[in-house]
């Protein structure tokens, strides 16, 4: 498409780039059968549980979707071909896909397998406008792996990724920045990032329907209705504004926390307790950061101010307060000290972080999710609203024998 190269002039201001595989896993997997090029292809298990992963736009045009019912999509295009995921495959294109951003800017943030925001300003004197970048992508993508995306040049992130999704498939869109007002203008108030059911609702009844209507809204009626927080963001992207940088890299090095006892404790059954408190304080920073880590470390430190560390490299990252507490537990059990070992200090500490959506492919690609990152993030989101108390593993709900004192970490 050259729309990006017609309109090179347009560009700049605009050095935020979201790349976007088209179809990722299904352009994979047509890569081995070009028999199946043009027909409807679905990539999912074959039970009926199972979920769509991905479909081509042949699929598409009959309504199926990605994370639809694979019952639902069969319905929809009985005619598609469906293909099981092949287990490490989309993992290892994504990380030469991944590469190729990185030839242009080390400013990558990736927001799963198959996208990224890329921040090419310190690039545009070697490479080019962002628009002959975001091109010179696609056909590096395109020569190297043989499947096509999709990009948006734009000032931000938010409208990035709005005008990837506008040119899909295969394409490339050059938001302006004198030309930002008319792009969003006609968009349906649904275009907005943050826009769920609750707040749509309250915009219909207020007649707001496009992106105009909202940028027309005087703050103090919008505030009236939705609050002062969620006007003030819907107003700031209906004016095109976002202010997020391009995160490149997870920043800390690790997350923990740790307790000191009032009293030295010797009680395993004590100890593991607090393990497990220690455990879900790291799981939540962990999901707070949006890493997941690939190791876990437990320090105990005896009476006599002894200081023990013993690690454990898991086979996969976790972001888990279960995993990260058996792996504890396991640890303190051997750790080679006596039972009776009086403790003064126990601390839990995740570290090998990664990115969390760099770590989703196992649960993208297996027919199980991990039930207890559902379950958890759920409380994160009680927690968030009603503190760290309002919801606790059975075996914290029970008075503290022994009070904890200071407290650090997280
Ligand atoms: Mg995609």
Known sequence: MPAGQDRAADDAGCHILHVDMDAFYASVELRDRPELAGRPVIVGGASGRSVVLSATYAARKFGVRSAMPMARARRLCPAAVIIPPTHGLYGAVSREIMGIFRSVTPL????????AFLDVSGAIRRLGSPAQIGQLIRRQVAEQQQITCSVGVAPNKFLAKLASVHCKPDGLLVIPVDGVR???DPLPVSALWGVGDRTGQTLARLGLKTVADIAATPPAALQAELGKATAE??????AGRDSRRVESAVREKSIGAEETFDTDIS?????RRELLRLSGRTARGLRRGSCRARTVVVKLRTADFKTITRSKTLAEPTDTQQVIYQTACALYAGSGLSPQARLRLVGVRATGLVPAAAAATQLALGEQPVPWREAE?????????FGVNAVRPATLVEPREAGGSARHGE
């Open 108 to 115: 990558v943030e990736p927001l799963s397998l198959d996208e």
């Open 377 to 385: 993030t759920v409380v994160d989101r009680i927690t968030g609203k």
């Open 233 to 238: 963001h819907l107003l700031a992207l209906a």
């Open 267 to 271: 009680d395993p059954g004590l100890i």
């Open 182 to 184: 008319a792009f969003l």
